[in-house]
């Protein structure tokens, strides 16, 4: 892992969550200090987020307070406390399809909880904010591959929705006080310790106990998917990377990706798109087991296909993800027999 080098202390919000576990390993492994973040909700097994947990609390240099980032006057002493050099801001609530029968839960989570980390850093400044966007930003737009420097207001999900508007509301605050704001547009990420909710889980499962998965829209459906290595090297990377002013940025034509603020935003992606087959393919091999396949209807939210264009994240920091699925399928077989205690040929 690149060595950050230029802090030392680093709050994580989400760390019990997939991406926050791995990113916040990556810290300590690197000898930083991290202060994680986590309300536990039990949006999916809690048990898992407890694993999580409890691994990274065998470290000397992790604390972790149970918090919901809601409630800003919990958060705020946090950071009065810790006074972290560095926010990864990856607590939010997750999902495409739960938005649309649990809507309230984004606003809390995604809209004033971010706006609590936002405030947090206003009154203990920090060195930078990194936060989780999402590639659903990118909703309707069907030019491939999503650029950050296109527009992305036409969301298609609420979920993507408040995603959009925390890159909203971290520019405001880049403009109003100067925080040094970097937003991650992550792509269908997959891999050790992910989430039951994501489709790649559900088919390994089901897969294993030999039930039917469901497959929407198997023949149109493509993505970009991220090993979970990738987005957390990219992440640590740009730790250390604070978002500058663009001197070249023009009002009169905005590059939605850069600002006069301290303000930007990357894609981290694959760059590969894949089939949804192909995916489900891959997985079966990994398993030894062919998939009972229901097919059904692309369901409300969904996008066809996400492809990202990384080039900014590689000229920013020397690195792309590249870890096919062919490697990171396999990886994550493993580990799911493992941590179910499900034997080989089983």
């Keep these: 892992m690149h060595n950050p080098g230029t802090f030392q202390r680093v709050l994580v919000t989400g760390a019990a969550g997939f991406v926050g576990f791995h990113v916040t390993q990556a810290l300590l492994d690197a000898g930083i200090e991290v202060r994680g973040v986590d309300n536990l909700t039990p949006y999916y097994d809690p048990a898992l987020k407890q694993a999580r947990l409890d691994l990274l609390l065998g470290h000397e240099r992790f604390t972790f307070d149970q918090q919901d980032i809601s409630d800003y006057e919990g958060l705020e002493a946090i950071f009065a406390a810790f006074r972290p050099q560095v926010v990864i801001h990856l607590g939010a609530q997750a999902g495409v399809r739960y938005s649309l029968d649990n809507p309230r839960a984004y606003a809390s989570a995604n809209l004033d909880g ?49 995603k959009r508007a925390n890159e909203l509301m971290a ?115 990994a398993c030894g087991r062919k998939a009972i396949k229901n097919h059904l209807p692309a369901q409300p939210g969904d996008v066809p296909a996400t492809y990202a264009d990384v080039s900014g994240l590689a000229a920013r920091t020397g690195f792309s993800p590249s870890t096919p699925i062919e490697v990171g399928i396999p990886r994550f077989v493993a580990w799911y027999r493992d941590f179910y205690g499900i034997p080989a040929g089983a």
């Excluded at 650029?147 to 929705?161: G, I």
């Excluded at 303000?263 to 091999?285: K, Q, S």
Aim: glycine share 4%.
């Design 114 to 162: 971010f706006l609590s980390v936002l405030e947090a850093c206003r009154r203990h400044p920090v060195q930078h904010l990194v936060y989780a966007s999402s590639s659903s930003v990118y909703g309707a737009n069907a030019k491939v591959p999503f650029s950050e420097h296109d527009r992305a207001d036409h969301p298609v999900s609420l979920y993507a929705a408040t």
């Design 171 to 285: 520019h405001s605050y880049a403009h109003l006080y100067g925080i040094r704001t970097t937003g991650l547009r992550f792509f269908t990420v997959y891999g050790p310790w992910g989430r039951p909710d994501m489709a790649y889980f559900k088919f390994t499962k089901a897969i294993l106990e030999g039930r039917p998965i469901d497959v929407y829209d198997e023949a149109k459906m493509s993505r970009d998917f991220t090993y979970v290595d990738d987005i957390r090297e990219a992440i640590v990377r740009l730790a250390g990377l604070p978002a500058e002013p663009d001197p070249a940025f023009d009002p009169a034509k905005p590059d939605p990706a850069t600002a006069s603020a301290p303000f930007r935003v990357y894609n981290i992606g694959n760059h590969t798109p894949l089939r949804l087959d192909r995916f489900i393919a891959v997985i079966e091999e």
